[in-house]
């Protein structure tokens, strides 16, 4: 199957707009990711799509540019990418196959949550030198091994939502932790060698409390771990997000990605770390955009002479396509810069406001999209109708789903802190 994800234009629009001002090694990575992007993932993605199979030799290709350690600090022998740069990373990944940019994700993040997010929460002496020990193990593996790590949190119940605490429950025992549960929807789950798991300590005699969350690095290879379930959606088919059961899975102390407690600290304090889905969402929004016009200048391969640009009813909708991504684009630049510690109301509620427009306007985007360009474009020799499908699963992603974004704008836009009505 020919798949044609990028226009024959050598010089498509840059992901940030023309004149961003990208840092010199800002503008490294975003050409490696490009030329990944356009030359090896592009025109992998229709296969695996069509068979839902995992972009196993993207990762390959990954793991040799060193992208694969993109959050890993560079003392540690990693890239040393910041939050913004991650994003600009992904989102370009996101243009070419969405499915590699979302799993991307997961694995970076786990690096960016561990590494440089973590230095700016509270933690003891004590706390602060066993995770330096403990990072080391986690960016070692990355950086020397190739290892890749997922983030399952989903349980199907209210736990991924931030409201009650993880089912999945870990019990201290001698020089580790023992761990029983189930995680639906854990991306890379036929690709990662480990899987970092929300998990809340059971403590003797103590309810279960979100405050008491662990995250856990658990090797796929641990005795009493199993991957089970189909996998046959609707979009990110590359993703394979399978279920894990964990039965008496035990884990070494050093598999904590953060400390005890910090893993509820981390979602107070730094809600950021809830938007890094959503970049990906923005290389589908700009691919769409990307796809329309190459489309109606007639300049896709195979889609014959035909030139459609001359009707106003096109030029009017590709406009409406640009406004709507030009908005995408500049609350998703101005929130990634946005990103830090301890954020004000109004810079929590821009990233909230910032998810939900990428998330909904991805969808919108490619909706006018198939819309404007008309029947053959959703062939599936063609990659608008992938991209149609990969949006729609972005709003669906929990903690930071478009409903529950709604729900926290217009509660904390309404209540301070502490406020309740009688
Ligand atoms: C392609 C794909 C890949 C994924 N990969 C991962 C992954 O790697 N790791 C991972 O952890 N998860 C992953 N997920 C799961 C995702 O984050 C959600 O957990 C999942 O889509 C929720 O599905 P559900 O049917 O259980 O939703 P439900 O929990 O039933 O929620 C349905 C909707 O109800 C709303 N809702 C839910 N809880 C509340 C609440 N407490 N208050 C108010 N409204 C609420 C939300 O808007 C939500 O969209 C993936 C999902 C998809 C589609």
Redesign the pocket.
Known sequence: MTDVTTPSQTDVMPICGDDYPLTEKQQKLMALARQLGREKFAPRAAQLDRDAQFPFANYDDLRDSGLLALCVPEAHGGQGADYATYAMVSAEIGRYCG?TA??FN?HVCTMLWSGLLSEDLDMTPEQRASHRQHQATHFARVVKDGAIY?????????A?????PFGTLAVKVDGGWKINGK??????SDAAHYFGV?CTEKKPDADLSRRDTLYLAIPRTAPGLTVEGDWD?L???A?V?RNLVFKDVFVPDDAALMPQGLYFQAASRWPHMFMT?SPTYMGIAQAAYDFTVAYLRGEIPGTGPVKRRQFATKQIAVAEMFVKLEQTRNLFLRAIEDAQVDPSKSTRLRAYAAQYTIMENAQDIARLAIRTCGGQSMLKSLPLERLYRDAR?G?????W????CL?RIGRDALYEPGEKDE
């Open positions: 499915a979302l799993t997961m997922a983030q399952p949190f989903s349980e199907g119940g209210a991924a939502a931030g409201a009650q995680k639906i929807f854990a991306s890379l929300l959606p979009g990110m088919r993703t997000s889905l699963c709003s669906l992603m929990l903690p789903t478009a409903e529950l729900d």
